[in-house]
């Protein structure tokens, strides 16, 4: 009798505790289903939760599906478009433009870009803010660096004028990448050290991760090879805290490109290649293609051309219908080496010329 009245206690505790999950799996599922319902046919306290539900969605999917991520950003623009709430309209726009943003489709991002400019209010710091770093994100993206840099210094101050302290050391952050990207390592490290000092005061352990990596990423410009090395591996101990997908992979990466500047190419395809794995998991094209290209970078290294021509042909091709000019022209400077050094010596010459012919436009 007592196993009986146990075993059925057990039963009443386990349905007890299942009721709020089923609860809560039945609403998403109700939710889902109204995604595609015309937001005139459902009254605007479902329409506020579908915009939530949307954005959660969104945030769940942007690092793993940026397909997904898109269709949940215009849900939310849709239904925050019909509830007439501008801040949440501004920021399904900016979700858009991000997913847009990372799957290399720069035009369509600065359209949504525009959208969010037009709902702008003047004493909304947080908004400005959020607007010129999408705005400098597509420039830099383009190769238009001094227009980059300018919506980066925009951005920062912004969010020094609000007082953003979670968002100011990413702004040091992007206006350091810049800087890089426009062949200026010294400015680039001295606003990496920037980013660093302000987040080890007032940042948690994201804010505290991405500072040390960019920091050692501008040592590895640098040459300071065990500056940077030390850097990662404090980046790291951090990441294992935190346990984000993306960050471990991001820094596996970093970690085979520093490797491979130091001439240990060997050293460096095991972490390439767990980047490339990651990066591919996550739906992180830009991260995907970056690993390639590096990965052919080692192969070339090792005199493994032909290896080295097969990914980077890859590469090229797959970056023929996106925007993300500075993984290309990278992409195309090592696939001509890989060219030339397994035997083709003609289409090496056709992919130099081709890269000087933009890299010149770039510039100029």
Known sequence: M???????????????????????QGLSENLNEMLDNDPKDLPDSTLKKLIEYSTKNWQQTVRSNLDSSLIYATKAAEYSKAIKNDSLLFHAYRRASN????????????????????????????????????????NNFEGK????????????EK?????LVNNIPAAFGEISRVFNEMGQPLEALKYAKKDVAFTMDHGENRGKFIANYNLANKYVELDSFYQALELYELADSIGNILNIPIFISALDLSK?????????????????????DGMEKAGDLRGLLTAQLHLGRAYNQLSRHNEAVTILRETIEDLESLDFKEVAQSTRQNYAEALYHSGNGLMAYEMLEEY?????????
């Open 2 to 24: 007592y196993n009986l009245y146990k075993k059925a206690s057990t039963l009443l505790l386990v349905f007890f505790f299942a009721i709020p999950y089923l609860c809560a």
């Open 99 to 138: 997913s847009l943003i990372e799957l290399g489709k720069l035009d369509e991002a600065r359209e949504y870009c525009d959208k969010m400019f037009s709902l702008l209010k003047e004493d909304d710091y947080y908004a400005a803010y959020r607007y010129y770093t999408n705005l400098g994100l597509i």
């Open 145 to 156: 660096y001094q227009e980059a840099l300018k919506n980066f210094l925009t951005s920062l």
């Open 159 to 163: 969010a020094e004028a609000g007082n």
């Open 256 to 276: 085979g490109r520093l490797y491979i500047e130091m001439g240990e190419a060997d050293n460096a395809l095991p972490f390439l290649n767990n980047a490339k």
């Open 356 to 364: 000087r012919i933009i890299d010149d436009s770039i510039k100029s």
